[in-house]
Structures are given as structure tokens and as C-alpha cells.
């Protein structure tokens, strides 16, 4: 169950999972899936109200939802009346203690969705960079708990992964949340390449359109680069192998963005359906070979 609901978020997961022991591999489903249902939570309730301000209905209810979890053992249901999502919270409620998965990464990534939500224009980078902390940063710190490190940087180099991948998952998506008035970019960067707003609401393709979306893509790969820094303190039994082949899995897709910038905006939902094959994903392995062999003292391999 849980496997379904993150498979079909996150790509790459499920070849990359198979380098993990059963109780990780669990765990990690379990976690994505978890997370994919605040996601859907924070949607249907549309984001409303500042998290910080307290305004608001869903950020208390989910928190509230989250510590019950943390404080007492989760009742369901006998398994005939259950449905999937409470299959997803025994599986995390089982996750969370066996990975010892502070409850507060939980709390701030119900923040930041919600702050998120509600966002329609991205002034700056920096900005834009804060959010993408709050969310993908805090799901890259849980999945690092789960997958464990023998460094107490490792967060921080697992929130740089999330980060990139909220930034890439921005991009693919950018002709979806273009259609709901998003616009998720930087103001800063279009106006840098001379792109404007009118531009690319219209869906103007052109060489400053390019220039643009190669230089956020230049980002997420730094991102990865610096997050690849750290999975040399992931452990070794076959986790440092299932973050590498993610990593590298995500960066088989920059590498289509950067290559094709133009297709972001011209296919309209073919960005969010479409998924490598696995041969094309297999071929991605060497790429993760390189980086889960990588002790702490040699340098960074190439990652384009």
C-alpha cells in the first residue's frame, strides 16, 4: 500500500528502494507515503491561513493527528473496515519509532506546506530557497533518519537532496502551476534573463525561456552536489547504494530538463505522467556506483 502511494510521487524509488534492507525499504515507503498525505491534506484545505499566525484549520489538526501518533500506540480498525490511509499511519507509526524520527521534522513540514500553499509569486532566490528547506529539506532529514549516517551533518546533506528535488519537481510541473496562476520561479531570475512575467504566463518559448530554466536546473544540480557530499555517511548496507541511485535516477531527469528545456511548457501534462523505463533507469546505476563508493576524503565525481 505504502509503496503505491510513494512510487507513483516519486520517481525512481522503487528501483532505488531494491538496495535496501526490508525494514528500510518499509520505512522509507512508509515515510513518503505518510508525507504524500499531508500533501493531499494541506491541497484540500487549500492552504488557507498563515502557520505562524495560527490561523488556519489544518496545520493544528495534522500536528494534533501526528503527536497522538508519537505519544500512543495508533488504534485501528479491524483490517476488513481499513482503508489505505490508515494503513499508511500504522506503517508510520511503526517507522517513526523504530527509526527514532523526531516528531518536530513532521511539524515543520506541515509549515511549510501550508505557508507554501499560498504562495503565488517567488520574489527571490533566497526565498524560494527557504520554502523548498521547509518542505523538501525536512522529507530528505526523515528519509536520512530512516536510512541512518554515522555523521551528525548527514541532515543537513540529505536536506540539500530534498531541496533539489523540490526544485526539479517545480520545474516538471511548471506548465500545471502556471494554470492555476503559480508562478514559482524567481521574479529575480526572470528579470535577470529577460523573461517576463508576461512571457512566460503566455508560455513563450524562447532563447530567454532556455537560459532561465537552464540556470534553476544549474541550481538543483548544485544542490545535489552538495547533498552527494554526505552519502558517504549513510550506512553501508545497501542504504548509501539506495540514496546514490536516487540521486542519480533525479539527475537522469535534469539532464532531460537541461537538454530540452522547451518541453516544460509545450507538453502540457506529459511532465507529470511520464516516467523513465527501467532501462533507461538501469543505465543510471554506474552514475550511483560512483557516488556510494565515494569515502569522505575523495573528491566529488562528476555528477553531469
Known amino acids: 500500500m505504502c509503496r503505491r502511494e510513494s ?11 531494491f538496495f535496501l534492507p ?11 507515503a505518510f508525507a504524500r498525505l499531508i500533501q493531499q491534506g ?40 481499513r482503508d489505505p490511509s490508515q494503513w499508511t499511519l500504522i506503517a508510520v507509526a511503526d517507522t517513526v519509532r523504530r527509526f527514532d524520527i523526531p516528531r518536530s521534522l513532521w511539524h515543520d513540514f506541515i509549515d511549510g506546506l501550508v505557508t507554501f500553499a499560498g504562495v503565488q509569486r517567488i520574489a527571490t532566490w533566497r526565498t524560494l530557497d527557504s520554502h523548498l ?12 533518519a530512516v536510512l ?4 551528525s551533518e548527514a541532515g543537513n546533506f540529505a ?26 520561479l524567481p521574479l529575480e531570475d526572470l528579470a535577470r534573463f529577460r523573461y517576463s512575467e508576461r512571457d512566460i504566463l503566455g508560455g513563450t518559448v524562447n532563447d530567454c525561456f532556455r537560459a532561465l530554466i537552464r ?3 544549474g541550481r538543483a544540480r548544485d544542490l545535489f552536489r552538495d547533498g552527494v557530499a554526505g552519502t558517504c555517511w549513510v550506512d ?20 532531460a530538463i537541461e537538454r530540452e528545456p522547451d518541453a516544460i511548457l509545450r507538453r502540457a501534462d506529459a511532465q507529470r505522467s511520464r516516467r523513465p523505463s527501467l532501462a533507461a533507469q538501469l543505465r543510471q546505476l554506474p552514475r550511483a556506483w560512483r557516488i556510494a563508493k565515494r569515502q569522505a576524503a575523495d573528491p566529488l565525481p562528476n555528477l553531469s
Open 215 to 217: 540556470h534553476e536546473a
Open 42 to 81: 494541506v491541497a484540500a484545505d487549500g492552504g488557507s491561513g498563515d502557520c505562524c499566525s495560527g490561523a488556519g484549520t489544518i496545520a493544528p489538526l495534522l500536528k494534533s493527528r501526528i503527536d497522538a501518533m508519537y505519544d500512543s500506540p495508533h488504534g485501528l480498525p479491524l483490517p476488513q473496515f
Open 148 to 151: 541512518g549516517a554515522s555523521h
Open 159 to 184: 536536506a540539500a537532496i530534498g531541496r533539489a528535488m523540490g526544485l526539479m519537481s517545480i520545474l516538471r510541473n511548471l506548465k500545471i502551476l502556471i494554470a492555476s496562476d503559480r508562478l514559482l
Open 22 to 32: 526490508r525494514a528500510k525499504r518499509d520505512g522509507v515507503y512508509a515515510a513518503w
Open 236 to 255: 553501508g548496507d545497501g542504504s548509501r547504494m539506495a540514496a546514490a541511485a536516487m540521486v542519480s535516477l533525479q539527475l537522469a531527469q535534469l539532464d
Open 7 to 17: 512510487g507513483s510521487a516519486v520517481s525512481g524509488a522503487y528501483l532505488a528502494s
Open 133 to 144: 528547506a521547509a518542505t523538501g529539506g525536512n522529507i530528505g532529514r526523515i528519509i536520512a
